[in-house]
Nanobody, 124 residues
């Protein structure tokens, strides 16, 4: 049974930072790429970032590159999203997801397992 559990969300002010974590209950974690998506109220789910099996390659939505950083620790079955210089428009539920194909896809349908999400709220 594969489960993904996100943590680290909360309420912060504009300009602050948050570190989101996602732990995957799967022994072969390193065989899969991982991604982060977010969904704001009334909007479609949006790709944020992805990371390859080894962590050597990453992909970001252009508007987030430079503020957000994705990383992984395969020994801990964990993927991280470090978010800096947060803006009110970053307010959303953030989801981690597993891609068994091992690609850096930004397509939601390419991800096979999803966490329940963690809420990030940024006040102005």
């Amino acid at each position: 049974q594969v489960q993904l559990v996100e943590s680290g969300g909360g309420l912060v002010q504009a300009g602050d930072s948050l570190r989101l974590s996602c732990v995957v209950s799967k022994l072969t974690f390193s065989s899969y790429s991982m991604g982060w998506f977010r969904q704001a109220p009334g909007k479609e789910r949006e790709f944020v970032a992805a990371i390859s099996r080894s962590g050597g390659s990453t992909s970001y939505t252009d508007s987030m590159k430079g503020r957000f950083t994705i990383s992984r620790d395969n020994a801990k079955n964990m993927v991280i999203l470090q978010m800096n210089s947060l803006k009110p428009e970053d307010t959303a539920v953030y989801y981690c997801a597993l891609n068994r194909w091992g690609s850096l896809s930004g397509r939601m349908q390419d991800y096979n397992y999803w966490g329940q999400g963690t809420q990030v709220t940024v006040s102005s």
